[in-house]
């Protein structure tokens, strides 16, 4: 397992991206809509790893939920695993709650899925699929 990225909630990607690439002076990557998951995303290379900025499509999104009751922030942390389903399917085994039972299309092409907070303290998780 490796460490992937951290993913904030924004409410504008145009809006936010200027001054997070100011503050770490790097560029981010064109806006990708993710249309299954209902956001927009951009990512900032930092060394290793990246940050994600989600923006939200639709109301329906999990991120227009998550705006409404906590503002912008951070949302979850990535880790890349070798394979997402199997990932999930050890933390069901243990008795820990899911969000995904199964990978689906994330953003950059990649498979994704996400553990519920209540698997690891409360903090969102999300597995990437390695390439
Ligand atoms: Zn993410």
Same mark, same amino acid.
């Given at each position: 397992m490796e460490f992937d990225h951290v993913g904030i909630a924004v409410r504008s990607i145009v809006a936010s991206l200027p001054k997070w690439e100011l503050a $770490? #002076?790097?560029r981010a990557s064109a806006p990708e809509e993710v249309a299954a998951q209902h956001v927009r995303v951009a990512f900032l290379e930092v060394g290793p790893? =990246? $940050?994600e900025l989600l923006e939200p499509t639709d109301p329906s999104s999990t991120i227009s939920r998550f $705006?409404?009751?906590r503002g912008? /922030?951070? =949302? =979850?942390?990535a880790f890349g695993v &070798? *394979?997402?389903s199997q990932q999930l399917a050890e933390i069901a085994q243990r008795g820990d709650r899911l969000i995904d039972r199964v990978g689906r299309p #994330? @953003?950059?092409g990649r498979t994704v899925g996400f553990a519920h &907070? *209540? @698997?690891? /303290?409360g903090v $969102?998780?999300?597995?990437?699929?390695r390439r």
């Amino acid at each position: 397992m490796e460490f992937d990225h951290v993913g904030i909630a924004v409410r504008s990607i145009v809006a936010s991206l200027p001054k997070w690439e100011l503050a $770490l #002076g790097v560029r981010a990557s064109a806006p990708e809509e993710v249309a299954a998951q209902h956001v927009r995303v951009a990512f900032l290379e930092v060394g290793p790893t =990246h $940050l994600e900025l989600l923006e939200p499509t639709d109301p329906s999104s999990t991120i227009s939920r998550f $705006l409404e009751t906590r503002g912008e /922030g951070m =949302h =979850h942390i990535a880790f890349g695993v &070798p *394979s997402v389903s199997q990932q999930l399917a050890e933390i069901a085994q243990r008795g820990d709650r899911l969000i995904d039972r199964v990978g689906r299309p #994330g @953003a950059r092409g990649r498979t994704v899925g996400f553990a519920h &907070p *209540s @698997a690891f /303290g409360g903090v $969102l998780v999300e597995f990437v699929e390695r390439r």
